[in-house]
């Protein structure tokens, strides 16, 4: 004796014994419908609607008679509107008949959100650490199970955890008050189903994660509701190793020329990943402790910086990490505040200078499921470059150096109120427009805003302009000879281009650009475009259909000024696209869902690494590239063209 | 086309494909042979000796032409006596034909050794953390590999350990600097076959353990050496808890009314534990880094104040503790001080007042592998008591108070120089002779030691001569009467009894024995006697076997009194055995050998707890059991008895 039992809309179904609950036949069957409460009828999550009437795609005559009558508990929880449409709770109604139930998407354990920043991505919310309620049974005289017995066992009762569950230590300690406080009623941590790393007494509120994207420069960290998967508060700050070295390499010699100079590099990082955590907590209303898990992202160096681990064969070749594999570490082993009991995810490393943060580009744009080729370049310090498609997935690291993030740049600075952003350059009269971040009027205009510096998308489209309209040649050279006021020598005999007079600008003097800067961002955008073209030659890839700007500089560059200059190879300027800090996000799709670890994890072992300075035409194919595209004054050969820019550098 | 080969002792044999080395055949036949060095024929524990000649058991002719020639290595390695009677290098020596292969005791992995005190016991040497030596590979071009997977690969590759191994977050901080440091040579201390906990540069020079038995008032610590099983050093330390409180519910009590009362606990005893773990290593030669495993045995109590879990509850019915199963912990999580990697076991709880000290008895005394029925008495400040045999195991917990320890008596004393501990009653005359640790002469003999005090087997022969005597009755009330001025009344108009004249004494006043005294031994063993007599009858057993009296008191009473005593269950005297510190046995076999870690935990969930005070007639049946056996002038029912003593001790 059995009756047919169908969930919509995943249209899962089977036969069920009589008496059975709609929430024991949804497990049985494989549909995940939320059941904190352990099967209560307190917390209402199990919420579904009966369906009634006969359904003749499925032979299936389904009525409220078919069931156990309302109990006192769902006229409580439930609200009225909702029982008139026939709402139960899953957990409490018992199968005595065919049924056709809807599991409404509030309902359904795997619960998908779309995160907005930068760009859209959906996700379902699958978390590394659940939340579950217990009621403990009351013991019995002679009952003389420990206190974690008797959780462990309620767990595999109430919700089906697996009996070789642990516990962690520092839980374990608080465990025999936290049990007692409540009459019973515990909400339990439970990480991958498999340790117990937080418990409260009673009907725990709320269940967060953070995820933090450590880079050389910037933290920027992620508040996230494991529940719901709402992005609850987002805080950056600069990274406070800056003091020790600008650039990873520059830290990892102060890591080994002083006695205790790892210690010191990761005692600040720590305690400013602790900063930023306090103050989204603080933001959000909530106490560190309420966290219970944190996904960490960062290049390699600041990976080895932030966990503690010995740098100094990661800055000499062949740049070997410590450890490639994901970690799952306990928080307060690095000395991270949050829950006690508390979770570190840190994601693989793919290859000496290829890091986690590259790992969570991936994740997040997800070639390997495309069918269509993408080129991702996510530009830092490094560039880092994947091309790849459902059949193949490669990967390269460019040393950009740091022009295009505004740095090493004579009037370079981060992109904050008062950097030019975007340059005009009128090629007739060779007069110069721009725009300040923080102001939507052009410099010609009144009330525009003054400048303070220039930035990296600024540089970018400075250089970009100076080249379209001729004031540059195609080797990158000043044009001494054109007839404007602009192009002058310095005190040094050295050419310069005013690219603001100083009563345009908030500092009063005249920002310029150097044949220097110019030479910056011709290497930086030569090491970009040599490393995609040797990963499309390697992989057979002609033609990329998409070009995936990560970063904050993607966001911020003119496409078209990137293709005029030859940063990348040749695409559609609709194809090419900027998602903002796609690092960041895939710490947060990690942090709320853990099938992307997972994937993370296999993909990294199989994004094939191109190291492009060991290719023997490498210095070749550099040297070419540095020249911008369609050079009118064509050189020989790169040699040639390499000896010509060194003898500009020298008479400059 | 293959060859016969033959290991002895065993006699595993298989057929081997030519050019396989003996160590290889020997894995592959489930031959366990030491190989440290991963097969590089330095280490020359993988020794075995080749018989030669025709052996028409086995149809099977050896011959040392039927093996690859001794190689350089081995010339270096073996003595030249070993290679005169055909000792080989097992990782080197390839098969080129059919062998009679003799593996010698020390090239065994599963090594006997005998724990020598208190009783002999004997145990294969099977930690749960073993040392491998690695010699990594060297890198190609391009092989980007992190340290820890070239670790694990290598692991897999030499030593066959499972590629899902882990590592520890404390060790992965090293490991690029241990890598490199003596050519790719590595030694790794691997936990349970899935950790690597530790390593070494080069070849590490041993591995080492400590068992440590955290007594309520001593601690007892035994440094192992986990590759022979040898016991390298012992120390003890008085508990530093005891400034808290002399017995364990004081200790409870002070941790439950004081704001960091189980903080302040757990710091001395870990400060305690760390104390003597250095002397230990010191006196080995040895630092506490160099220790890698440490296990741990108490009673709940003292596992709780350990462990710094809560344990108020503990300390009040129905006495449940925060969890009984057993612990795997890393050392560093507890703050002991040993490798940073390094491990520490706790054995399982019984039931409430059963704790891992006990346990570590049963498993030293395996009463389960015993067709004969042992009942085994621990007696501390709580007497604990097993019955079992093949068939069964039960344990119940006794209060007998700290008299049996020498405590709470009025010169009751540690076992310790001056104490004295056998006593003499001439039933004629009444005359006491004493001997006193220290001393191997009675009081009567000249230059006999001086007494400062009783012990625990003073007491009980004290007070089991006192009856024999006729100076107490068998209700233990002094017979007032008799003619010796030993006998007398204080200050306070009370009887007392002099053992020692002051001027036998180093403390210059009379050592006496009061009515209270004898009362506190009469309530110390009725428990253990009803404790006994309970399981006995509720698992039908009529007569022991075997009464083995474990903790150092079992080592000091003179059996044929704690009989006359009535302090146990008849048994032949010559069937009562005192096996020494067996919880201190217990926790070094679990140290040792990690299948006796299993079998405690298999065990533990097997002993059926009784609580003897929750039987309807416990009242009753202690009172009986406070009066000595054969008593001449027998009470007529229980009540009258406790009545008789009660009006005795008003009156006293």
Not at 160 to 189: A, C, H, M
Not at 216 to 238: D, I, P
Not at 272 to 284: K, S, W, Y
Not at 488 to 493: E, I, L, Q, W
């Amino acid at each position: 004796m059995s009756y047919q039992v169908i969930f919509q809309p995943s249209g899962r179904r089977g036969q069920v014994p009589p008496g059975k609950s709609l929430l024991e036949a949804a497990r049985e069957l494989g549909v995940d419908i939320e059941a904190p409460c352990g099967s209560a009828g307190i917390c209402g999550k199990c919420k579904v609607k009966i369906e009634t009437g006969f359904f003749p795609k499925f032979g299936l005559e389904s009525s409220l008679q078919h069931l156990s009558l309302l109990t006192e508990e769902e006229q409580q929880t439930l609200m009225e509107e909702e029982i008139a449409e026939n709402y139960r709770l899953a957990c409490l109604t018992k199968v005595w008949g065919d049924v056709l139930v809807f599991v409404p998407e509030e309902s359904r354990a795997a619960k998908q959100v779309v995160l907005e920043e930068g760009t859209r991505r959906s996700i379902t919310v699958n978390p590394a650490v659940r939340k579950y309620l217990i009621h403990l049974e009351s013991r019995s005289l002679g009952d003389s199970r420990g206190d974690w017995e008797l959780l462990r066992e309620s767990l595999w009762r109430e919700h089906n955890l697996p009996s070789e569950i642990t516990v962690d230590y520092f839980v374990l300690r608080k465990l025999p008050i936290v049990l007692r406080e409540e009459e019973g009623q515990v909400t339990v941590w439970v990480w991958q189903g498999r340790e117990v790393i937080g418990v409260e007494p009673g009907h725990g509120e709320g269940l967060y994660g953070v995820a933090v994207d450590v880079g050389t420069t910037t933290v920027a960290a992620y508040l996230c509701n494991l529940e719901t998967g709402k992005v609850e508060a987002t805080k950056s700050l600069m990274n406070p190793q800056v003091r020790y070295g600008e650039d990873v390499l520059s830290r990892i010699s102060y890591a080994g020329t002083n006695p205790d100079g790892l210690a010191d590099l990761n005692k600040v990082i720590i305690e400013g990943i602790n900063g930023v955590i306090a103050a989204l907590a603080a933001e959000a209303g909530l106490i560190p402790q309420q966290i219970a898990d944190v996904t960490l992202v960062f290049n390699t160096a600041m990976h080895h910086l932030a966990l503690n681990l010995e740098p100094q064969f990661l800055g000499q070749s062949p740049f070997l990490p410590a450890v490639k594999e994901a970690l799952d570490l306990k928080a307060r082993e690095l000395g991270i505040n949050i829950s006690p009991g508390g979770r570190v995810h840190v994601l693989p490393v793919e290859a000496g200078f290829v890091g986690p943060d590259n790992m969570a580009v991936i994740i997040a744009e997800e070639p390997y499921n495309s069918p269509h080729t993408k080129l991702i370049i996510d530009i830092g310090t490094n560039g880092e470059i994947v091309l790849g498609n459902q059949d193949f997935l490669a990967s390269t690291s460019c040393a950009t150096g740091p022009a295009l993030e505004g740095a090493q740049i004579t009037f370079g600075m981060r992109a904050a109120e008062g950097a030019i952003e975007r340059v005009r350059i009128e090629p007739r009269t060779l007069e110069v427009e721009f725009r300040v971040i923080g102001s939507d009027l052009w410099s010609s205009e009144s009330n525009s805003g003054k400048a303070r510096g220039i930035c990296g998308s600024g540089i970018i489209d400075a250089v970009a302009e100076l080249f379209s309209s001729g004031i540059i040649s195609a080797s990158g050279r000043f044009n001494k000879d054109l007839p404007t006021n602009r192009l002058r020598k310095n005190a040094a005999g050295k050419t310069e281009f005013v690219l603001a007079w100083a009563e345009e600008t908030a500092i009063n003097q005249d920002i310029i650009i150097t044949q220097g800067d110019v030479r910056a961002v011709q290497l930086a955008k030569a090491a970009l475009y040599v490393g995609a073209k040797y990963l499309m030659e390697k992989f057979g890839v002609d033609e990329v259909h998409e070009v995936i700007l990560a970063g904050a500089f993607g966001t911020y560059i003119d496409r078209e000024k990137a293709l005029i200059m030859g940063m990348f190879p040749d695409c559609p300027p609709e194809n090419i696209r900027a998602v903002g800090n796609a690092a960041g996000d895939g710490a947060k799709l990690a942090l709320l869902n853990i099938d992307k670890r997972n994937e993370a994890g296999e993909i990294a072992k199989k994004v094939k690494f191109l190291e492009t300075t060991l290719e023997p035409d490498f210095q070749t194919r550099f040297a070419e590239a540095i020249a911008f595209p369609h050079a009118k004054d064509g050189f020989p050969n790169a040699q040639e063209l390499l000896n010509k820019i060194k003898e500009e550098s020298d008479d400059e």
